[in-house]
């Protein structure tokens, strides 16, 4: 990494006549361009150390911030599905209110029109608080009977075509997914009849 300072070596050469028992400048002259090269030496290995640590560091953060991002996108999983758990739960309570008030409806439907339009408005309402929560009633009269759809309470007629004759509770779907189906009788006819 760093480069060794370069250090003058003076070396004193004995003139004519001077007598040579100055070696011991020299050698002390040496032994301080020895000292500063280890001191160079031992700072260039400081600093590799230090630059091995930062790297490390780095590593740590980077697997840090990986670490991080599962554990928040785990956390969104995991908030999502106990939200849709519990908006099933309530669609699932709220079937029975939905069929009371269907039978209600279509008890006091001639006897009594006017209690008959209010169940109606009240089975609105609770069918709009399911539909903002994404979810939608389903089964109507008519309809050709789909046993991934439909459960069958009871089946009159014969033949080999087979609808919806009269729904006893309507299914709940949320988009294509069917959380409850609705239980229906099951009318069979020869041709669609």
């Known amino acids: 990494m760093g480069k060794a300072a370069e250090v003058p070596v003076r070396v004193h050469r004995p003139s004519n006549g001077e007598e040579t028992g100055q070696s011991s400048g020299v050698e002390e002259t040496i032994a301080g361009v020895d000292e500063a090269r280890a001191q160079d030496a031992g700072q260039s290995a ?16 980077r697997e840090l911030k990986k670490d991080f991002k599962r554990s928040r996108e785990h956390a969104v999983k995991q908030q999502l599905s106990a939200r ?23 008890q006091y439907g001639t006897r009594a029109p006017e209690l008959a339009e209010g169940i109606r408005l009240l089975q609105a ?13 389903f089964a109507s009269a008519g309809e ?7 459960e069958a309470m009871m089946v009159t007629g014969e ?23 609705a239980r229906v009788v099951v009318g069979r006819s020869k041709n669609g009849e």
């Open 46 to 61: 400081r600093e590799d150390r230090l630059l091995q640590e930062i790297e490390s560091l780095k590593a740590s953060l």
């Open 144 to 150: 050709p009977f789909d046993p991934r759809r439909h």
């Open 84 to 106: 849709l758990e519990g908006e099933e739960m309530a669609a699932r309570a709220l079937l029975p209110v939905v069929e009371a008030l269907l039978r209600a409806s279509e």
């Open 125 to 137: 309402k609770v069918e709009a608080v399911l539909a903002s929560a994404g979810f939608s009633l």
């Open 159 to 181: 033949g080999g075509v087979e609808t919806v004759a009269r729904v006893m509770a309507p299914g709940i779907a949320r988009g294509q997914q069917v959380m409850v189906p």
